[in-house]
């Protein structure tokens, strides 16, 4: 069965540094996105990206944040100074176009990259 | 704003039934979701409910009512491995974006023998 993949599982980094977060959606999904949950908290929304563009973004998502799409596979969350609070748990997520219903459908979740900030 | 309620923490014993509830306050809806969430791990899809009424699969039920803002999620024959935290995400839609989905705290559901 077709999943969502993330990579690292795991990153420890320094505050002020700079994290690339990669996500490879399932293949045949149009739609992405990004969440984070801070340890014992809800599921926050950060952003949807569709057709090499954002198409929403929450107020958690500011200026050092940025996505990408760099080819056919990947989808990456930038973080470009990290701050301790900036810790927390990063799902990508995927779903697929419904054109009768626009984007309506499932998200499917990846594993998960637990960011630790020192 | 937006707004979604569920209990914190529920008890339940294995072989029973339990049902989560979940009231919702949002501008905009297109659907409602249940996930479940193991800790350490990320959510997975168990149901999706657009329209008035009850979606069975095996032994998970979600019901929605749209008129009153309210879903829930009813578990049968329970088992350990259903101990998890329950989220319930209303999915929002406006005529020139992305929907995007906004979560609940979640429900911690334990289940005792």
């Known amino acids: 069965e077709p999943e969502v993949t993330q990579t690292p599982s795991h990153q420890v980094t320094q505050m002020g540094q700079e994290v690339i977060l990669r996500c490879v959606p399932i293949s045949n999904h149009l739609y992405f996105y990004w969440y984070r949950q801070i340890l014992g908290q809800k599921v926050e929304f950060l952003v949807s990206?569709?057709?090499?563009?954002?198409?929403?973004k929450s107020e958690i998502f500011d200026d050092q944040f940025s996505v990408e799409r760099p080819d056919g596979s990947n989808f990456t969350l930038k973080i470009r100074s990290t701050k301790l609070e900036d810790s927390a748990m990063y799902f990508c997520a995927s779903s697929e176009a419904q054109l009768l219903r626009g984007p309506s459908d499932t998200q499917y979740f990846g594993p998960g990259t637990r960011l630790t900030v020192l | 704003g937006q707004n979604i309620d569920q209990p914190t923490e529920m008890t339940a014993t294995e072989g029973a039934i339990v049902q989560i509830n979940c009231t919702y306050q949002t501008s905009g809806f297109n659907g409602l979701f249940w996930y479940q969430q193991h800790a350490g791990e990320a959510p997975t899809f168990l149901s999706y409910n657009v329209l008035d009424g009850l979606e069975e699969k095996g032994r998970f039920s979600s019901f929605l009512s749209r008129s009153k803002g309210y879903s829930y999620l009813l578990l049968k024959e329970l088992q350990m491995k259903d101990s998890a935290s329950y989220l319930c995400a209303v999915s929002l839609s406006s005529m020139d974006s992305n929907y995007q989905l906004i979560w609940g705290a979640g429900t911690k559901l334990i289940i005792k023998p």
């Open positions: 990206f569709y057709n090499n563009e954002i198409s929403e």
